[in-house]
């Protein structure tokens, strides 16, 4: 009884130990997207994807024009918003680290949707969403 206990004991702080491990080189992206005018867009598509791995991860923004792409792994990403009647946005090299959670708002121009905005110039996000 005492042996299992123990065997027990060990495999649950290794599972544990494995998760946190899993964790820490993970990443998550979020953010607010809205039109030139600051309403909110719902239903827009982000594409987030690994420039190394070329591994695309997908989501919508919800009603409130807010979206989160989580267990991202880190490095470095190509990160795509579109919507019918604007123009495509294009981040084309956003760098996730260990455990950040980056926070990207995006407004969107009005345009065809074949066109596609690239922002390249802009400062880096800023740590928004913890307290590092």
């Not at 649950?12 to 030139?36: K, M, R, Y």
């Not at 594409?47 to 923004?61: G, L, S």
């Not at 470095?76 to 918003?81: A, D, E, K, R």
Request: neutral net charge; proline residues 6%; charged residues 15%.
């Amino acid at each position: 009884m005492f042996r299992s206990r123990k065997v027990l004991h060990c495999l649950s702080v290794l599972i544990a130990a494995s998760a946190i491990g899993c964790a820490q080189n993970l990443a998550t992206v979020s953010g607010v997207v809205t039109d030139p005018a600051g309403a909110v867009v719902p239903q827009a598509n982000i594409t987030a994807t690994n420039n190394e791995t070329k591994v695309r991860t997908e989501t919508v923004t919800n009603k409130a024009g807010l979206y989160n792409i989580q267990n991202l792994p880190i490095g470095i990403y190509s990160v795509t918003v579109e919507h019918p009647g604007f123009s495509k946005y294009l981040r084309p090299e956003v760098t996730l680290t260990t455990g950040e959670v980056l926070g990207l708002n995006v407004q969107l121009a009005l345009g065809a949707t074949g066109q596609t905005v690239t922002v390249n110039s802009e400062p880096p996000p800023l740590e928004t969403r913890t307290s590092d």
